[in-house]
């Protein structure tokens, strides 16, 4: 039988197939991981339980990476949504990092700033704006509050949530998706952080149409899987300048008559970001056999 891995719990996944019908199932022997959305085959054990077979081609795959494993988010996915909200303390970091990640596996990304119900939002979201000219969308809302503008975004495609733990992904979702049924948690002031609620990936069909899947909350995401000579195709900030440098092979980090350098000390790119590729250039070039 075809299904569709609606969700990823360690070893064992959930598979719907088109009809409706729910199986836990396995994977047999030691095939390559199973990742949320991966449309498979599977045998049937019993009522209720399967065993996976076969993993169809992939669209795309969205996962992070360090140097000991890999932790696969998503795949066949139409866009990464990526959430974050005045607090906890937002990390910019790792907002560039999902949006380097999407940019990678060439998946389209969407900014949505959470709780514009708070005093801070405001100067958050104005402080985010440079997003917006790098051509990412950028919506600000409440999850409690109107979501006609992302309910608009998500009709009829297959979306995942990403963002640190405490933005507000599972209230969003519940909103989104009233039978979701997903846990959420309160903000550790002592920690300036939120309480782990999703543990596993889960995917979600939306009213409208189309699908929504939740990811772990996360506060990292490792690139270790990315070529540090192809690092700089994944900032649209730096595109429109990299055929204006002197050198061909210019690595933007230190060359003369580099446009992007040039660009960053007229203030026309965020230092931040320079420092983000710099940093991890230097990484995964540090890491490479």
């Known amino acids: 039988m075809q299904g569709l891995i609606v969700s990823a719990h360690g070893k064992r996944f959930g598979v719907e197939t088109d009809s409706g019908e729910k199986y836990a199932c396995v994977i047999r022997g030691k095939k390559a991981g199973v990742a949320c959305n991966d449309t498979v085959e599977f045998s049937a054990l019993g009522p209720g339980e399967g065993v996976i077979e076969h993993i169809a081609p992939r669209r795309n795959l969205l996962y992070r990476s360090d140097e000991m494993r890999s932790k696969l988010l998503a795949a ?12 906890p303390a937002p990390r910019p970091e790792l907002i560039d990092r999902c949006l380097i990640a999407a940019a990678a596996a060439g998946i389209p990304a969407i900014l949505v700033i959470n709780k514009a119900d708070l005093a801070e939002t405001a100067a ?65 002031t002592a920690l300036d952080a939120g309480r782990h609620t999703t543990t596993h990936a889960n995917s979600h069909a939306l009213p409208d149409g189309g699908r929504l899947i939740d990811s ?22 730096f595109s429109p300048l990299i055929g204006g440098c002197r050198f061909y092979n210019c690595r933007h980090l230190q060359e003369p008559g580099c446009a992007v350098m040039a660009a960053v000390a007229e203030g026309r790119i965020a230092k931040r970001r320079w420092q983000c590729y710099r940093d991890l250039y230097d990484a995964l070039k540090s890491a490479a056999p």
Request: hydrophobic content about 40%; overall charge negative.
């Open 76 to 87: 066949n996915v139409d866009q990464a949504v990526i959430v974050t909200a005045a607090t």
């Open 124 to 188: 958050y979201a104005a402080s985010q704006a440079h997003y917006r000219t790098m051509g990412y969308p950028l919506l600000t809302l409440s999850a409690q509050g109107d979501l006609t503008a992302l309910r608009a975004v998500l009709h009829g495609k297959t979306s995942i949530l990403v963002g640190t733990s405490g933005v507000g992904k599972s209230t969003l979702l519940n909103a989104l998706v009233p039978d979701a049924g997903a846990k959420t948690g309160d903000i550790s």
């Open 216 to 237: 772990p909350g996360m506060q990292s995401f490792g690139l270790a899987h990315l070529n540090p000579d192809r690092l700089s195709d994944y900032f649209p900030d």
